[in-house]
């Protein structure tokens, strides 16, 4: 079930693409570039924490994203993460025809926030039995998602997976084999 956390319809990408831009390790987003007569137009979707950390703007009247602002929308992402939502956000920004961004990493840079988006994955009725069923073989569960850590402390606990130490995909790579 997908839930938008801000009002409106955001219109269709006319025109012409121009670019795609790719998720990948580095980059937890993705992106097209399109343009019509008058502008480029780049579409953002990705990781709520990473868009919202590229947002300068909000879709709103006020426009400029203020420090107040921002931190509303981190405590909206964090309170909605916590109650086992995965959340995207979409976001955009507005080129002239004559100065298109040479790369992701241009144009991913003062996008205006559009709204999040939360979907909630139903836990299959069987996933807390099979979690019980491997800790009473005496294996040790651990739990790997690419989810805010929030959510995949609140899914691991539906399941019956100890709240122990969370870790981001970037401080597990940090990890020695030892650890």
Same mark, same amino acid.
Request: glycine share 8%; net charge negative.
């Given at each position: 079930? #997908?839930?938008?956390?801000?009002?409106?319809?955001?219109?269709?990408?006319?025109?012409?693409?121009? @670019?795609?831009? &790719?998720?990948?390790?580095?980059?937890?987003?993705?992106? #097209?570039?399109?343009?019509?007569?008058?502008?480029?137009?780049?579409?953002?979707?990705?990781?709520?924490?990473?868009?919202?950390?590229?947002?300068?703007?909000? !879709?709103?009247?006020? /426009?400029?994203?203020?420090?107040? @602002? $921002?931190?509303?929308? *981190?405590?909206?992402?964090?309170?909605?993460?916590?109650?086992?939502?995965?959340?995207?956000?979409?976001?955009?920004? !507005?080129?002239?025809?004559?100065?298109?961004?040479?790369? #992701? /990493?241009?144009?991913? $840079?003062?996008?205006?926030?559009? $709204?999040?988006? *939360?979907?909630?994955? =139903?836990?299959? &009725?069987?996933?807390? @039995? @099979?979690?019980?069923?491997?800790?009473?073989? /005496?294996?040790? =569960?651990?739990? *790997?998602?690419?989810?805010?850590?929030?959510?995949?402390?609140?899914?691991? !606990?539906?399941?019956?997976?100890?709240?122990?130490?969370?870790?981001?995909?970037?401080?597990?790579?940090?990890?020695? &084999?030892?650890?």
């Amino acid at each position: 079930m #997908a839930l938008a956390e801000a009002a409106g319809t955001p219109e269709l990408p006319p025109g012409k693409l121009l @670019a795609f831009y &790719p998720l990948d390790a580095g980059q937890r987003w993705t992106g #097209a570039l399109y343009a019509d007569a008058e502008a480029a137009t780049l579409y953002v979707k990705g990781a709520a924490e990473e868009v919202l950390g590229l947002c300068s703007r909000t !879709s709103s009247p006020a /426009g400029a994203m203020a420090p107040a @602002a $921002r931190q509303e929308a *981190a405590a909206a992402l964090e309170q909605m993460a916590a109650a086992g939502k995965r959340i995207l956000a979409v976001a955009r920004r !507005s080129f002239p025809l004559q100065a298109q961004p040479e790369n #992701a /990493g241009v144009a991913g $840079r003062e996008l205006t926030l559009l $709204r999040f988006l *939360a979907f909630a994955d =139903v836990l299959r &009725p069987e996933a807390a @039995a @099979a979690v019980a069923a491997v800790h009473q073989a /005496g294996i040790k =569960v651990f739990l *790997a998602t690419g989810d805010h850590p929030a959510a995949a402390q609140h899914i691991a !606990s539906q399941v019956g997976i100890a709240a122990g130490r969370t870790l981001t995909g970037a401080e597990l790579e940090q990890l020695n &084999p030892e650890q």
